[in-house]
């Protein structure tokens, strides 16, 4: 049940230290503090939820007895007499009010959270209420009381900013430092696990710059932390920006092409058959105010500055920030060059002035890491100082050095950098001094590596997104390379770091810089191709094993096992279109045969075409000939499966017509049972049930003698559909009974995923309208385990069907304004024109004949435009009668204008005019 309640959180500030401190007083302390608390908090009507560490909550039903409890009990806290060795007890607070979940005598939700979150901003010997707290309150505050308003606060964890209020008595403490809160805003900020120092000088100037300028560019060279301050910079302005502030890395990007794709990606702004994705982006973006974070663009240098200025021109409240070595050169950027950390002053002799400069401070917080009690001592400053001074205040050189404090101390690493420590030449990337430093600190780990950890290091550089210790054996240990010594080594000396993941899967990454240092090794060395050959084989390997596995019981293992890899995939995938396109064939026929589990369908179609259009091409020597052919075949017979996700059944058939042909003379039976299935449920929405039902069996057939279950699935699926939408439900039955028993036997979640949505919809068929329901729920529930967003909004849109039927058209609303985007962002036009159809059906029903036949006439027009006419006669019947429907309610003519007007109105225009935003 829910209550209209005021909440009260209390901590003691400084607890911790006091219980490590002094423990036995402490014990005594804290006891006197609870029954103080607990005494006040009853006399107020109020009741003890339950303690919080060296805290509680309480519960008021008035918002006026929480405030006056709470001040009671800062009074009566102020006034008691403590133990010497504890002193006062300093208590923060803080109240909010409203309706909540109460289960087994405790309380949950939002409303809890915040009351949390707003004591946790203030300090011991402080009240903090909310505003709704104070205006439940107004009139009723205790006498000699007040309310200092404090302004909004964005608190930890929440989406919006809160107005806060503080109690004023004076017996009370009434100055406080600011509050500690933290904005919580849209946005994708990466967590940081270390402190932020230093840079209060470039942190002021790049918020000043971001209020005069679209585009600013941080230059520095690499390990200078512009991405930290980027970062730190975006964290303190996002209240700026209601859309969010979206961080996009791009050093793992190796295809300048993808630059628009891994922003869309970022976004959650999917493709759209036929426009470029910058011009979908810009459409996005157009109305949103917000900044976006483009990291490590110096590869990309000429991508990004096109790209910029295409959404700077056509977006006017977007704004974007970028770190690179280089600008973009474009008009209206603002550069802010990023300097080193400051240097203690020449000459400077005081610890506290030395330990004041930036440099020095990052060294001893980096360097506590790894040895928790270190400090800066007249001993070791002269040594300090020379290691920052020679490292010019890079902060990745000197965290490196930091590491190093593991097996030296700080005069060794000195002495070292002053031995080693010399500048490059020659190249224009290297005119600027602090870009010759980190290449020379870079150069300086490397001297220090053994040959055997060299071999390795730039043979891990061919990874992209991190790897696993199989993947580095596989690949950096082809000649028996002892790798599983030479990652710990390389972890150890900070050249390598370690990910333990969910589930405690462990992987490794180099930094970037590291990483294009020993990307330039492993090419100086001559490795470059063959190693690019091996990972691109180790992952080839990966794909054909995750082929069948992800099909079989363990498909949750699989997916958990694969999806880290995806950037390795995408970089083997690239080299191998150039470096040996067969084997990008193979990679690509077998990846994209799961087309919703690993890559958008539109990312998909991309690698499909190129590598077919590559295949096609290439001349095969007569012995390679029929594994060219079923690596062709079963590439056409993905793009089938690809075409069918965007609607694009009329181009599915023909060329999965191709696949089979190519498949049937190679005897390969996998290949072409899948290709028959692909053909299959192509034709079925194509409306040639005959010619479906004939591919299905025949693929059905092969599945069931060799045994290839997840396409016995898949053909039985499409026969019960084929059945069932051209009326045989009698065969229908038997086809879903059959497909029940196998998902059941085979324990695949996305097999059982699909036969519940298929069992709803022949329960639909029949009428069960509510059981309908439940197996689409069910289904969804199944995708959502798999993160397979394509069909939850399948199962989210035959729910929202199920509802307008039942007449319950405020619940169906929200949803199809959620499917209609999404089928919209994934280049879907049939189902958005099936989408907007619905819209109009509900037009009708809330009595706006002409929104209706506005709505209809748009789905036409997207129908027509991309031949996807429905087949579904419940579908057609539908739109028959609303059409006539609303030439009675309208005049046939008056309809028809409404409809040839909708017919002219564009698809985003007409999806905002149908979800209610224009």
């Not at 918020?207 to 600013?216: E, F, G, I, V, Y």
């Not at 099909?551 to 470096?579: H, Q, S, Y």
């Not at 619940?811 to 109009?840: D, M, R, W």
């Amino acid at each position: 049940m829910t209550h209209l309640i005021t909440f009260l959180f209390t901590d003691i500030q400084g607890s911790s230290q006091l219980w490590e401190q002094f423990p036995a007083s402490m014990r005594i302390a804290l006891a006197r503090h609870d029954t103080l608390l607990k005494d006040t908090v009853g006399t107020y009507n109020g009741r003890i939820v339950k303690t919080t560490g060296d805290g509680l909550l309480a519960v008021f039903e008035s918002a006026a007895d929480g405030i006056a409890a709470a001040l009671e009990g800062q009074r009566f806290l102020a006034d008691e007499n403590w133990p010497a060795e504890t002193g006062p007890l300093h208590v923060r607070m803080g109240l909010h009010s409203g309706e909540s979940q109460e289960r087994d005598a405790d309380y949950f939700g939002p409303v809890v959270n915040r009351a949390a979150r707003i004591m946790s901003a203030g300090f011991g010997g402080q009240i903090l209420l909310s505003s709704l707290t104070a205006d439940l309150a107004v009139g009723q505050l205790p006498p000699d009381s007040s309310l200092l308003d404090l302004g909004e606060h964005c608190l930890r964890d929440l989406s919006l900013p809160e107005h806060l209020y503080q109690i004023c008595h004076p017996q009370l403490e009434q100055r406080f430092p600011p509050l500690k809160t933290l904005a919580a805003y849209l946005h994708n900020l990466p967590v940081q696990l270390t402190s932020f120092i230093g840079r209060e000088h470039e942190l002021d100037e790049v918020k000043r710059l971001l209020d005069q300028t679209r585009l600013l560019t941080l230059l520095g060279p690499g390990g200078t932390g512009k991405t930290r301050l980027m970062l730190q910079a975006a964290a303190e302005v996002i209240d700026r920006y209601p859309d969010g502030v979206w961080f996009v890395e791009l050093a793992a990007l190796a295809d300048p092409d993808m630059l628009a794709y891994q922003v869309a990606s970022v976004l959650g702004v999917r493709e759209q058959p036929g426009r470029p994705i910058l011009e979908v982006l810009a459409v996005y973006l157009r109305t949103k105010q917000l900044l976006l974070l483009l990291d490590n663009v110096e590869h990309l240098v000429a991508e990004c500055a096109g790209f910029s200025e295409y959404l700077l021109l056509h977006c006017p409240r977007t704004k974007i920030m970028v770190t690179g070595r280089e600008a973009l050169f474009i008009s209206g950027e603002t550069i802010l060059q990023v300097p080193s950390l400051t240097l203690p002053e020449s000459g400077e002799r005081s610890l506290e002035g030395i330990r004041s400069s930036e440099a020095v401070r990052l060294l001893i917080a980096r360097a506590r890491t790894t040895l928790p009690d270190f400090e800066l001592t007249q001993s070791n400053v002269p040594a300090t100082v020379e290691i920052v001074r020679r490292l010019d205040g890079i902060p990745l050189a000197i965290e490196l050095a930091a590491a190093r404090l593991r097996m030296l101390t700080v005069e060794q690493i000195a002495t070292r950098l002053h031995d080693l420590f010399r500048l490059l030449t020659g190249g224009s990337r290297t005119a600027l001094p602090r870009q010759q430093t980190l290449q020379a600190l870079i150069d300086w780990s490397w001297n220090l590596l053994d040959e055997p950890e060299r071999i390795l290091l730039r043979r891990l550089s061919v990874f992209s997104g991190g790897l696993t210790l199989e993947a580095a054996q596989a690949v950096a240990g082809f000649d028996g390379l002892d790798t599983f010594e030479g990652l710990e080594q390389l972890a150890n000396k900070s050249l390598v770091a370690v990910d333990r993941l969910e589930g405690g899967q462990v992987r490794y990454h180099l930094l970037e810089s590291i990483r294009q240092y020993a990307r330039d090794r492993l090419f100086e060395a001559g490795e470059g191709e063959a190693l690019r050959h091996y990972h691109a084989a180790n992952f080839t390997t990966l794909i054909l094993e995750a082929y069948h596995q992800v099909m079989g019981p363990d498909m949750l293992v699989w997916l958990k096992f694969v999806r880290p890899e995806l950037d390795n995939i995408r970089a083997a995938l690239e080299w191998a279109m150039e470096g040996d396109p067969e084997l990008a064939l193979q990679m690509s026929g077998r990846l994209f045969t799961s087309r919703t589990l690993w890559f958008s369908t539109s990312e998909a179609r991309r690698w499909l075409e190129q590598s077919i259009a590559i295949g096609k091409s290439l001349s095969v020597a007569e012995d390679k000939v029929r594994q060219h052919q079923i690596s062709l075949g079963l590439a056409m017979s993905s793009l089938t499966g690809i075409n069918f996700g965007q609607g694009r059944n009329d181009e599915g058939v023909a060329l999965g017509e191709q696949a089979v042909e190519i498949l049937r003379l190679t005897g390969a039976t996998e290949e072409l049972a899948h290709a028959l299935a692909m053909k299959g449920f192509s034709l079925v929405f194509t409306g040639q049930w005959e010619a479906a039902r004939e591919a299905s069996q025949e693929a059905l057939d092969i599945a069931s003698a060799h045994g290839f279950h997840w396409i016995q699935s898949m053909s039985l699926a499409t026969l019960a559909w084929s059945e069932g939408i051209s009326g045989q439900l009698d065969k229908a039955q038997s086809h879903l009974q059959k497909a029940m028993d196998l998902a059941n036997q085979l324990g695949n979640p996305w097999i059982q995923g699909q036969t519940f949505m298929l069992q709803g919809r022949f329960l639909t068929q029949k009428g069960e309208l509510n059981q309908a329901q439940a197996s689409f729920g069910q289904a969804a529930l199944l995708f959502g385990d798999l993160n397979d967003r394509t069909f939850i909004m399948v199962c989210k849109s035959e729910i929202s069907h199920l509802l307008r039927r039942q007449g319950n058209y405020e619940s169906a609303l929200p949803i199809y304004k959620e499917t209609i985007g999404f089928y919209q962002e994934n280049g879907n036009l049939a189902a958005v024109a099936h989408q907007l159809e619905c819209f109009a059906y509900l037009a009708i029903q809330s009595e706006q004949p002409e929104r209706a036949a506005k709505l209809l006439g748009a789905a036409r027009a997207l129908r027509d435009h991309g031949h996807t006419e429905s087949v579904v006669p419940w579908e057609l019947d539908e739109f028959a009668q609303a059409m006539a429907y609303l030439a009675q309610a309208m005049g046939e003519s008056e309809r028809d204008a409404a409809v040839d007007e909708g017919r002219r109105i564009n698809v985003d225009e007409v999806i905002a005019f149908a979800i209610g935003e224009n």
